[in-house]
């Protein structure tokens, strides 16, 4: 029961993409997030699963570098990312964000130039990172909106006049536009009908399996993280109760609150 | 012959907390494995023989004991080991066979096949003209290859898995009934396939509601059924709160 | 001794109208704005007896800078003789004594309206331009705190996803006048509402421009030989107006930036909007002697 992945005896030597040690953090007297920690290795998919307020989405936001805990540590094994990630300033989250992190929100105005054109929230990320010829730019944005399997021929529309499941996926077309070290996924199928939950969730799949794109995804759906995870983290008040591979989380849940959450779902 | 898996004093149980209840599935359970050794797992229903499998595979987590495995990297110990190698191995070299397919949706049931392959490394097409050797060994027809096997009757979802579960030979296989409401044609090319696998030095720990089906192949067989019935529940403390958990 | 040799005598105003503070004040502000090109200087903007909006920016800098000997040129849109230009004129010679001149080569100092004169500015003369918007990413991010921190990090991206619409919606960029231009490859200006056709004669200049906004209360700078870079795709080539074939229907002048005037037959005629290089090219047709200076655009080439 020992499943401490830090310390655990290794066979392979490689090391984690992501590593968040004791990340914690408190709104006002609550506290959000304690003692988190949690390593994500190259290629791999981490679920995290918890009921609203389990702090699942405050530790994504963190990894997206949105939010400062209070304590802790982040460390990606990226070449431009040096040391404690929660000690850089505006400019270097920023500038790291764009080229390593992908997000797909839950709420597409969040992720969304709601009124500009959908290529161009593609564009966007593009031009951040300094690509300034508008030929590439259409190229790189029409590729990354089919490999998210958007309709091309709506390439140019604005998100506003796009069904919800068209929306997600100009988000995973902005979040992959750069291909990112690491993709994050805050809830991304929640909201949408069960049909287009299951196209959007084929795609991510697809994704996963082509790219090898190591992922963050957090859900409170157990079958998004069924079929998507390796391995799943279960965060109750803000804490870790239970992490392992998941068809072990799934299968045999060692803590009382995970088979409560598995037994509840099946 | 080279040692493959040491077994020590495996023991799991499971713990229902909403019963506040411990149940049992097998106590202390040792064995060695040699390359090319095929081992029966016995017992009555309920003995824990898919259990066991399960727990070799890290599918359920031993409460105690060893599983030390002599991979190709050096032997680990599967109860302790990190995710991340136990991910590893089971591309790798560990094999699971169950009668059921986990379908991906728009993957022709070829490219499934030839999957596990083009993982290790070999060129697209000769992965896949292997690929159809197998689909044509176990009897899928051949116009269901460029298919999607979603839509697939589960007769013959199971050949599309067996094939894929066996093409790439593996250091260890554990076979989880996968004869069951399987046709006699398809039953002989499986059987072939592990006697093949087997010569080449995979060890194999299998379940077979009719062990007959595999009898020539059975070196060894474990009976799982304990000698007394123990005590099936123990009362337990309410209080398991873990502090310790990092993933 | 007595106390009145060492005073002044009474006087109804301030030299240059504005007092001594907020000349003081718009100085030191214009010298933080040289100092980092294109960087957006608040100041206070005082009361002048002008409407806001109205050029009361390019007023006060040019109240600031005058001097007895300091020749003034103040046109609007290309116009010496508008009201607003006449009038501001005006009121600059009257507070300061200074002269005036018409003659884009004489001026020592030129207030504009969203024009820069045709004839080459050289390294004494100094461009005031009136800025009515100064923030160029006030249509990308309305809440100016968060414009702030843009600049301060960089962050155009916005910027040029604008430009990135435009073409994707129009074929081609649709900004016409407040084209946003890099200043010395850092901050990303909005150069007042002048003609495309102008913003390239700011780049490596040998004068220097001020760009004020009064009631926005906003300063900045482009220092002379600065690079001013209008934001452009690499593979879409920035273009000025398509006035490099017309000529003017009153002085003959040909390739310079036109003004359209619609006719009742519904065609256009067009006329010169550098008013005083219409003047001259008009006595140059009828052979007085003028001197017609080096300009910008040479047959409606911008000179490399």
């Known amino acids: ?169 100009v988000q995973l077309a902005k979040a992959i536009a750069l291909e990112p070290a690491l993709l994050l996924l805050d809830e991304p199928t929640t909201g949408l009908d069960v049909s287009v939950q299951a196209l959007v969730l084929d795609t991510l799949k697809r994704l996963q399996q082509e790219r090898r794109i190591t992922m963050v995804i957090v859900s409170h759906d157990l079958g998004v993280i069924r079929t998507l995870a390796d391995r799943v983290m279960v965060m109750r008040r803000g804490e870790v109760v239970e992490a392992g591979l998941a068809d072990q989380v799934f299968q045999d849940p060692q803590h009382a609150y995970s088979q409560q959450l598995v037994h509840a779902k099946l | 012959m080279s040692l493959i898996l040491d077994v020590r004093a495996l023991s799991k149980g499971f713990t229902m907390h909403h019963l506040g209840t411990r149940v049992d599935a097998f106590h202390d359970v040792s064995f060695v494995l040699q390359a090319g050794e095929f081992l029966l797992l016995k017992g009555r229903n309920g003995a824990g023989k898919s259990t066991l499998l399960r727990t070799l595979y890290r599918s359920y987590l031993a409460a105690s004991g060893q599983i030390l495995f002599h991979s190709s990297h050096g032997e680990i110990d599967l109860v302790r080991a990190a995710d991340v190698d136990v991910t590893f191995l089971r591309r790798t070299e560990i094999g699971f066979v169950t009668q059921f397919l986990v379908a991906r949706p728009r993957v022709s049931a070829e490219a499934l096949v030839a999957e596990p392959l083009q993982r290790a490394g070999r060129a697209p097409a000769e992965a896949l003209d292997e690929a159809r050797h197998w689909l044509q060994a176990f009897g899928v027809k051949r116009d269901l290859w460029p298919a999607y096997p979603t839509t697939f009757s589960g007769g013959e979802q199971q050949k599309v898995n067996l094939a894929r579960a066996l093409i790439l030979p593996q250091r260890l296989l554990l076979l989880d009934e996968p004869t069951a409401s399987l046709d006699a044609s398809a039953r002989a090319a499986l059987i072939d396939r592990l006697a093949d696998l087997k010569s080449q030095g995979t060890a194999m720990i299998g379940v077979f509601h009719h062990p007959g089906d595999v009898a020539a192949l059975i070196d060894r067989e474990i009976d799982l059924t304990p000698d007394q019935i123990p005590e099936q529940t123990q009362n337990m403390a309410e209080d398991m709160e873990r502090t310790d958990v990092v993933v | 001794m007595s106390l009145k040799s060492l005073t002044r005598d009474w006087q109804p105003m301030s030299f240059g109208f504005l007092d001594a503070s907020a000349k003081r004040e718009i100085r030191r502000t214009s010298l933080k704005a040289i100092a980092v090109p294109g960087c957006q200087i608040p100041y206070a903007s005082r009361e002048v007896p002008m409407a806001r909006g109205w050029g009361t920016g390019g007023l006060q800098v040019s109240c600031t800078l005058i001097t007895p000997r300091t020749r003034i040129k103040v046109i609007d849109q290309g116009a010496d003789d508008s009201v607003n230009a006449a009038s501001i004129r005006r009121f600059l010679a009257r507070v300061s004594g200074a002269p005036t001149t018409m003659d884009t080569l004489e001026a020592d100092l030129i207030q504009s309206r969203h024009r820069i004169p045709e004839e080459v500015l050289q390294d004494h003369q100094v461009l005031v331009l009136q800025v009515p918007n100064p923030e160029p990413l006030r249509p990308v991010e309305p809440n100016m705190s968060l414009a702030r921190q843009m600049h301060a990090d960089a962050d155009y991206g916005r910027m040029w996803l604008q430009l990135y619409e435009q073409i994707v919606r129009s074929g081609r960029v649709m900004q016409g006048a407040s084209y946003p231009s890099l200043v010395n490859g850092r901050y990303v200006m909005t150069p007042s509402p002048i003609p495309r056709w102008d913003v390239p004669k700011l780049h490596m200049a040998r004068h220097l421009t001020l760009l004020s906004a009064g009631r926005e209360k906003r300063l900045f700078a482009v220092p002379p030989f600065t690079r001013v870079e209008p934001l452009v795709f690499e593979d879409v080539p920035y273009r000025v107006e398509d006035h490099a074939g017309l000529s003017c229907a009153r002085s003959g002048a040909r390739g310079f930036f036109m003004n359209e005037i619609p006719q009742a037959d519904g065609s256009s005629s067009y006329e010169i909007s550098d008013s005083e290089l219409g003047v001259k090219s008009i006595r140059q047709r009828d052979n007085e002697t003028v001197t017609i200076g080096d300009t910008w655009y040479k047959n409606g080439e911008m000179a490399g």
Request: aromatic share 6%.
């Open chain 1, 1 to 169: 029961m020992s499943q401490t992945q830090l310390d655990a005896p290794r066979l392979v030597r490689t090391q984690p993409l992501l590593t968040a040690r004791n990340v914690s953090k408190s709104y006002g007297s609550v506290p959000a997030l304690r003692n988190v920690s949690a390593s994500v290795f190259p290629g791999e998919v981490l679920g995290i699963v918890g009921e609203s307020g389990s702090g699942k989405s405050t530790f994504l936001r963190c990894l997206n570098l949105e939010e400062t805990p209070d304590a802790g540590s982040y460390t990606l094994d990226l070449p431009d990312a040096d040391g404690n990630l929660f000690d850089l300033d505006r400019y270097a989250r920023r500038m790291l964000c764009a080229r390593q992190i992908g997000i797909v929100y839950q709420n597409p105005h969040l992720g969304l130039l709601m009124k500009h054109s959908s290529s161009g929230n593609v564009a966007e990320r593009l031009l951040v990172a300094g690509e300034r010829r508008f030929a590439v730019l259409r190229d790189k944005a029409r590729a990354a909106l089919e490999a998210s399997e958007f309709p091309l021929e709506r390439m140019d529309a604005p998100p506003i006049e796009l069904s919800g499941g068209m929306q997600q996926r």
